[in-house]
């Protein structure tokens, strides 16, 4: 079965610095990978997805992440955090074949230090 | 509105009783998913419907959760003889063709039930 695991539960940056999320997943193939975003008292919003192709995908927010099939990672980045990405980051991993639906990660909540 | 639109957006309830949670999915999309939201469990898979077909159950926990879809629109998840561990926040997302097309769930912001 697929898995996802983030393994930070909480990270803390300061304001214009960069952010790194990181993302593991495991599966067989290769997957479709997700980055959303839930931001306080909101749903969850889709930064970008990976289904194949360039392994550096670009998302909205100034988001990117990139895929490593070789450390099977998917991790999110961006080079300057502002106050408004303060929010619980989730990475998913779509099986793309037989059943449908995400599988997500346990999240990573995101601080923003003045 | 044009986003997926989730009731009741709270909901408390006393343990043993019955509660219906609805979902109004965006017009068109023929996927539609039930997820669960607890404290630091991550979002958990509870159901997917394609139409008004449920291909896969597999994610509800146990047989007091129940679904259905009507109309390939609007879906209900029932809790029967609600429990304090079922308190979760329920989290609905449509999608257009589902993963396997373009990808894309669109959530709803959910539904938080508390089991007194």
């Known amino acids: 079965a697929q898995s996802v695991t983030q393994p930070d539960i909480h990270i803390t940056v300061s304001e214009g610095a960069s952010l790194e999320l990181r993302c593991n997943y495991s599966?067989?193939?290769?997957?479709?990978l997700f980055w959303y975003v839930q931001s306080p008292g909101q749903g969850l919003q889709l930064l970008l997805k990976?289904?194949?192709?360039?392994?550096l995908v670009q998302g909205i927010k100034g988001f990117e992440a990139e895929f490593k099939r070789s450390q099977s990672s998917f991790n999110l980045r961006k080079p300057s955090v502002h106050w408004s990405d303060a929010a619980e980051y989730f990475c998913?991993?779509?099986?793309?074949?037989?059943?449908?639906?995400?599988?997500f990660g346990k999240g990573t909540h995101l601080i923003i230090q003045p | 509105g044009a986003g997926v639109s989730q009731s009741p957006s709270n909901k408390v309830t006393e343990k043993g009783k019955d509660v219906e949670l609805r979902c109004d999915p965006i017009?068109?999309?023929?996927?539609l998913y039930w997820y669960r939201q607890s404290l630091g469990q991550g979002l958990e898979f509870l159901i997917y419907?394609?139409?008004?077909?449920?291909?896969?159950k597999s994610g509800l926990p146990s047989d007091r959760f129940s679904a259905e879809r009507t109309g390939g629109s609007v879906s209900t998840l029932t809790i029967q003889r609600t429990q304090q561990e079922d308190s979760a926040v329920y989290l609905c997302?449509?999608?257009?063709?589902?993963?396997?097309?373009?990808?894309?769930?669109?959530f709803g912001e959910g539904s938080r039930l508390t089991v007194l």
């Open positions: 997302a449509s999608s257009l063709v589902g993963v396997r097309g373009t990808g894309e769930l669109f």
């Open positions: 599966y067989g193939a290769t997957p479709y």
């Open positions: 990976y289904f194949s192709g360039d392994t």
């Open positions: 998913a991993v779509g099986e793309g074949g037989g059943a449908d639906g995400l599988t």
């Open positions: 017009s068109g999309h023929t996927a």
């Open positions: 419907f394609q139409g008004n077909s449920a291909p896969d």
